[in-house]
């Protein structure tokens, strides 16, 4: 578990198991005002980002990627239940292609959700960036979905947070394929870290 001080002028991060001692002993006066503490991990804020710019070639329609129907509703449905499952603290929405109708279908079902364009689609790094002025830095848990993909349930989200928990700086969620796609690829080192994503067509598959 871990413990987030709010330091000036930087952010201090402590083990929450030495907390006690640390209070008890009283070693660190720069965080020693409990007025400092900002929250536990237990109950640290999640502010979810699901992007929905995305125009969906490969389905050749002219609905957005994300309002195509899945077990009756939106596949965004899905992502957006998700979120609010999670008790996200901000929910925010990133439109870009027919962004009016993905904006008018959220509005209608999830009012509390709120937007932010990406007027070229410039990829989903690009996404994520124009998001940033609108979520607090170093005081929550971000939390990145996509609108289009609908079968990521609490369960796992949760064990990702575990792992971010135990000191992971970042974690992505992969799969193992059963058989060649066209998805990227996460290029892991032989102790299972992330070394980098590469899309399909630079990936090399000797």
């Known amino acids: ?28 006066k720069s965080i020693i005002n409990h007025r400092k503490v900002i929250y536990f991990i237990n109950k640290m804020k999640i502010y979810t980002v699901i992007l929905a710019a995305g125009e969906g070639k490969r389905m050749r ?3 957005p990627k994300v ?11 899905n992502t957006l ?17 027919k962004a009016p109708e993905v904006e008018s279908w959220v509005m209608e079902n999830y009012p509390e959700v709120h937007f932010v364009r990406q007027e070229t689609q410039l990829g989903t790094g690009h996404a994520v960036k124009i998001v940033e002025k609108s ?5 929550a848990l971000l939390l990145i979905l ?29 799969f193992k394929e059963e058989k060649s796609n066209s998805y990227g690829k996460l290029i892991q080192s032989q102790t299972g870290y992330l070394q980098k994503i590469v899309e399909h067509k630079d990936a090399n598959f000797q």
């Open 1 to 28: 578990m871990i413990a987030f001080f709010k330091g000036t002028p930087f952010t201090k991060l402590v083990n929450a198991k030495k907390l006690k001692n640390i209070i008890e002993k009283k070693k660190d």
């Open 61 to 63: 329609s002219r609905t």
């Open 67 to 77: 309002l195509h129907k899945f077990g009756q509703v939106p596949m965004i449905n």
């Open 81 to 97: 239940l998700l979120a609010k499952e999670l008790n996200s603290e901000k929910v925010i929405v990133v439109t870009g292609h």
């Open 135 to 139: 979520i607090p830095q170093n005081e």
């Open 146 to 174: 996509y609108g289009d993909t609908p079968f990521v349930n609490t369960a796992t989200i949760n064990k990702m947070v575990e792992e971010k928990n135990n000191g992971a700086n970042i974690v992505v969620l992969g």
